[in-house]
């Protein structure tokens, strides 16, 4: 499908990689992963023939069709849904051509374009466009606006959705999921999963790789190497190779005890609901992923004020708003140490109930009391756009800190921005010299040195990569005050959330359940199926798999078989989890440094466990299938 040989590419004085050679073959899904700047953005460039290469080449097969998704979108007077019909190239050379053989009056020409229009599904190409846009979270009074009336966000789900639009053998995504709620990445995950083409992308949400791909790309120290399965699978393949070289090893099982510590403590806390196991297995699986990660130049922690109240804030009754009310009848008392996720479409009030605890949104009725030693602090989804571009990250904390009350020392500054990889001259360097990333890391830092009790979160993993954004869920896991969190980010709010609200029609509600039970209401029957295509068929927004077909009893008759061969092999894996675990408490192990039987032990050990892992989260979904389609009546 696509061959890369011998390729080497530098952009200006920086080699991005050299004498690289991989092959994706037709079908494949592929995620490219990586540290920002390190070529992914460039090697697609590469696959568009915007760029040539140093050195090698790049062999794309002939007439291969490539779907990309645009940058910009100019505000214009086009209308939406045309703008995502544009997509499809051969659907409007047809529609041109058949207008303007009705216009000439050549009807045998017309019949032959009726028949070549059928044949490329353009009928339903209008339904279809629909429906994308639907999928991305549009209304469908959206359709007829002008592109000049939707914001940058939203121009950019238009370009998406035109991209999806696009018959492709080729998909190329730079990260899709920006400017995406959580329903609408749920959504996307679904369409890709059910794409039939070969998919490139880049992406640093882990959820979604995990569910979207079968290979991942890692793009590192100037070279490119293709890795099969998703991206817990390529996860657990660097944590292997890491804890094999003795510079890594020690640091990465302080990172491994770190992680047991915190799970052990929170599995004390953890009650029999499904949202504490939950989150309990989220918290497992961030104790395997910690070892991955012993390398990445990020380690900071967010302290808590020393001084809180309880509550720290009520509202009450309460009406949020601008002019006219977006949610009514609003009771939430926050607590020092709750964690709070808001779940809910774009568009519903999430960002507003966040602006209001921040007060900078004054109620439109009800009341809100504050405890004596609230602190907040808040990340807004517009947060990098207040930074100072013309001064440095040391003035910026240099001014905070006397906002504070208390000037810190320049060597205080500069430990503290180099557990978010600001070192040397990098902190006198002008903010506008910084990538979106390091301007992310930089909000972060500063909200970090307020030092608050609660904290407001609104995206804030937007521009950060993935070794930033397991840095920052560590920090968030140990954070001491009240959090409340929106996010698209899916890992990060399982391993940082106890407790999740709903935002939705005009109310704030307790959500009884877990992510998955959210996914699951969000592809509920009724809300459409994916055909084998990836082309949506009901006329609805959220797009889902088929349903199954099979009766009740058959179904649940092959549950309990799969469940029950699981539990043989679970029993197997752990047998030989123990006996590795056996073998690990030998003596004559450790007497010698390099025992040529001790890393072998702990790779079985790490395998083991990551198996044990995989199958436990299918046995759980299983079991919940099984008692979901036992409790239906009969």
């Avoid at 290979?215 to 817990?232: K, P």
């Avoid at 557990?419 to 909000?443: Q, T």
């Avoid at 005009?506 to 699951?520: C, I, K, M, S, T």
């Avoid at 099979?550 to 029993?571: F, H």
């Amino acid at each position: 499908m696509i061959s890369f040989t011998n390729v080497s590419l530098r952009r200006g004085t920086a080699l991005l990689f050299e004498q690289s050679s991989f092959t994706i073959h037709r079908g494949n899904k592929v995620g490219l992963v990586g540290a920002n700047g390190s070529g992914k953005s460039s090697l697609f460039r590469l696959i568009l023939g915007q760029l040539e290469t140093d050195l090698g080449s790049v062999d794309l097969p002939q007439e291969l069709r490539i779907g990309h998704m645009a940058q910009e979108v100019p505000g214009s007077s086009e209308r939406a849904l045309d703008y995502v019909l544009a997509g499809d190239k051969q659907l409007q050379e047809v529609t041109r051509s058949l207008a303007a053989a009705d216009e000439a009056g050549e009807y045998s020409r017309v019949a032959e374009l009726h028949e070549t229009l059928d044949s490329i599904d353009g009928y339903s190409a209008p339904a279809r466009a629909e429906q994308l846009m639907a999928g991305l979270g549009f209304s469908s009074a959206d359709s007829t606006r002008p592109l000049k009336d939707f914001s940058g966000g939203w121009r950019i789900r238009l370009n998406l959705a035109q991209t999806l639009m696009t018959p492709a053998d080729l998909l190329l995504l730079d990260e899709p999921t920006n400017h995406l709620d959580l329903d609408a990445v749920i959504w996307l995950a679904e369409w890709l999963k059910a794409f039939d083409g070969t998919l490139l992308l880049i992406s640093h949400d882990r959820e979604f790789l995990d569910e979207c791909v079968d290979h991942i790309a890692n793009l590192q120290g100037q070279r490119i190497e293709l890795f099969a399965g998703n991206y817990t699978a390529f996860e657990r393949l660097r944590a292997a190779r890491l804890a094999e070289q003795k510079s890594s090893y020690e640091k990465q099982q302080r990172e491994v005890a770190h992680m047991q510590d915190f799970v052990r403590r929170f599995r004390a806390k953890a009650t029999k609901a499904r949202q504490a196991q939950s989150r309990l297995k989220a918290l497992e699986r961030m104790e395997l992923i910690a070892p991955a990660h012993v390398d990445s130049p990020f380690s900071f922690e967010i302290q808590s004020s020393e001084k809180t109240s309880t509550p720290l804030l009520s509202l009450a009754d309460a009406c949020l708003g601008y002019e006219t009310p977006v949610l009514s009848n609003v009771n939430l008392t926050l607590l020092p140490g709750d964690r709070i996720g808001l779940l809910g479409v774009n568009g519903a009030g999430k960002s507003t109930l966040i602006k209001s605890l921040k007060e900078e949104l004054p109620l439109l009725s009800g009341s809100f009391t504050r405890g004596a030693n609230l602190s907040t602090a808040y990340f807004s989804q517009h947060q990098l756009d207040e930074l100072n571009l013309a001064t440095s990250a040391m003035d910026h904390l240099t001014e905070l800190g006397r906002k504070l009350g208390k000037i810190p020392s320049e060597q205080q500054i500069r430990d503290f921005l180099g557990g978010y990889n600001f070192h040397g001259d990098k902190v006198l360097d002008p903010v506008s010299r910084f990538s979106g990333g390091e301007k992310a890391r930089l909000a972060l830092a500063l909200i970090a040195w307020t030092r608050p009790n609660l904290l407001l979160m609104d995206e804030p993993t937007n521009h950060l990569d993935m070794d930033m954004r397991q840095a920052l869920t560590v920090a968030l896991q140990t954070f001491a005050g009240a959090m409340v969190l929106v996010s698209h980010d899916r890992h990060l709010m399982m391993n940082t959330v106890d407790l999740f609200y709903l935002v939705e029609n005009g109310e704030v509600r307790p959500f009884d359940g877990d992510l998955a039970d959210y996914r699951n209401r969000i592809f509920k029957p009724g809300r459409g199926e994916l055909s084998a295509a990836g082309e949506i068929k009901s006329p609805q927004p959220a797009a889902g798999p088929a349903p199954r077909k099979q009766a009740p009893g058959k179904l649940a008759r092959q549950l309990r078989t799969r469940i029950s061969t699981l539990d043989d092999r679970m029993a197997r894996l752990h047998r030989k989890l123990g006996e590795v675990e056996t073998r690990l408490t030998e003596p004559a192990l450790y007497e010698t440094r390099d025992h040529p039987d001790l890393q072998g032990l702990l790779r079985d050990q790490m395998e083991l466990k990551a198996q044990l892992e995989t199958m436990e989260e299918e046995w759980l979904a299983l079991s919940t299938e099984l008692e979901s389609l036992e409790s239906q009546p009969t």
